[in-house]
C-alpha cells in the first residue's frame, strides 16, 4: 500500500497520468513462440508499475510454430481487455501490420516494438514521459546517444551501424539519430499518416518513417535505450541488407 | 526541395565561387596569393571532410556501449517470467 504522502509525491511528478490517455502497443510476431509470453510478461509490468492505460495488439502472420496459440493462452491469462489478436493468414509488410493493428486499436498512442526482446519494455514509462514534455508527435528510441547502446554486436556489426548512421545523417540530416530502430510511440494520427506515405521494406522503412515525419514537420523526441541483441553468431547484416539499405537511403535521398 | 536537389544546390554554388576565385572570370583581379589558396581548395576540402568521416565513425565505434547491464538484467527478467507464467499456468 503507497502511504498518501508516496502517492500525492506520484502524482505532482507525473501530472496527467490518469487524463484518459490509452497506449497500444503493436506486436506484430513471426515465429515468436519463445518470446511472445516473455515480452508480454515484461509489458504487464512495467505498465502495471507505472500505472498507464494500455492493451497490446499481437498481429501474428500465420507463424507455423503455433505463436497464435500462445497468444491465446495470455489472452486467457491477462483478460480479453488488455490482449487484443488481430491475426493474418500469411507473412505480409510491416507497413500493413501497423494497418491492420491500429484499426482495431483503441488508445491514443502507439507503441511499436519488436516482440523478439531486443526491445525493453522497461523504456516504455520513459518515452511516455518524453512525450508529456514536449508533446512531441512521435517518441523514437535511440542506440546512439547518451546511455543507448547494443549488447551482442561484434566489431563488424558496430563498424556498419555506425557508417551506415553516419552517411544517412550526412545525406539526410533528419533530426533524429536512431534511423532503423523500431522502438517508437507515436500519436495515433502521425502513425496513420505515416503509414500511407511509406512504402519501403525492411530497415528501410523505419528509416523513411522518420524521414517522412520530418518533412511533415512533426516533432521527434528521443530516449536512449539498451538494444539487447539475443541472436547471437548470425549476423543479421548480411550483403543483401546492405545493398537494399543503400538503394533506399539514394531512394529517400532522391525523393524527400 | 529534396535533399538531392540541396545537395547540388550546395555543390555548385562552392563551385561557382571556387571558379570565380581561381580562374578570374569576373576580372576582380584578386592578388595571386587568394588565387594559388583557392585552386587547390576543392581536394583540401574533401580530404578534411574524408578525415572528420573517419574520426567521428572511429569515435563512436569505440564510444558505442555494450550494455552487459542490461543483457543480464534480461536473462535475469525472463527466468522470474517463466517461472510466473507456469504458476499462471501457461502451457509452453
Not at chain 2, 69 to 86: F, S, V
Amino acid at each position: 500500500m503507497l502511504s498518501p504522502l508516496v502517492s500525492n509525491t506520484r502524482k505532482t511528478s507525473t501530472p496527467g497520468r490518469d487524463n484518459g490517455d490509452k497506449y497500444s502497443v503493436l506486436l506484430p510476431t513471426y515465429n515468436e513462440r519463445e518470446n511472445l509470453p516473455l515480452i508480454v510478461w515484461l509489458l504487464v509490468k512495467y505498465f502495471g508499475e507505472s500505472g498507464y492505460k494500455y492493451e497490446i495488439i499481437v498481429i501474428d502472420d500465420g507463424s507455423p510454430d503455433g505463436t497464435l496459440e500462445i497468444a491465446q493462452q495470455l489472452q486467457g491469462i491477462y483478460g480479453e481487455d488488455k490482449i487484443l489478436l488481430r491475426p493474418r493468414a500469411k507473412k505480409l509488410g510491416l507497413g500493413t501490420a501497423y494497418i491492420h493493428g491500429m484499426k482495431h486499436a483503441t488508445g491514443n498512442f502507439i507503441i511499436i516494438m519488436d516482440a523478439d526482446l531486443s526491445h525493453h519494455p522497461k523504456f516504455i514509462p520513459e518515452f511516455i514521459e518524453k512525450q508529456r514534455e514536449g508533446d512531441y508527435d512521435l517518441v523514437s528510441g535511440t542506440r546512439y546517444r547518451g546511455n543507448g547502446g547494443v549488447y551482442g554486436w561484434d566489431l563488424r556489426r558496430k563498424l556498419i551501424s555506425r557508417g551506415a548512421n553516419f552517411l544517412t545523417q550526412v545525406l539526410l540530416r533528419p533530426g533524429a539519430s536512431d534511423l532503423t530502430g523500431s522502438f517508437r510511440l507515436y500519436k495515433k494520427e502521425v502513425l496513420e499518416s505515416l503509414v500511407e506515405r511509406c512504402v519501403s521494406k525492411g530497415y528501410v522503412f523505419q528509416m523513411e518513417m522518420i524521414v517522412r515525419a520530418r518533412q511533415l514537420n512533426y516533432t521527434v523526441g528521443e530516449v536512449p535505450i539498451s538494444f539487447v541483441d539475443r541472436v547471437y553468431g548470425e549476423s543479421k547484416l548480411g550483403g543483401n541488407e546492405i545493398v537494399s539499405f543503400a538503394k533506399g537511403l539514394l531512394t529517400l535521398f532522391a525523393t524527400t | 526541395m529534396t535533399k538531392l536537389l540541396q545537395w547540388l544546390f550546395g555543390v555548385s554554388l562552392v563551385g561557382l565561387v571556387w571558379a570565380v576565385v581561381t580562374f578570374d572570370l569576373l576580372e576582380l583581379s584578386l592578388p595571386r596569393p587568394y588565387r594559388e589558396v583557392a585552386w587547390p581548395m576543392p581536394l583540401y576540402l574533401l580530404v578534411s571532410f574524408g578525415c572528420y568521416s573517419l574520426a567521428t565513425v572511429g569515435y563512436r565505434v569505440a564510444t558505442f556501449n555494450d550494455c552487459e547491464e542490461a543483457a543480464k538484467e534480461l536473462q535475469e527478467q525472463i527466468k522470474e517470467a517463466k517461472e510466473d507464467l507456469r504458476r499462471k499456468g501457461l502451457k509452453m
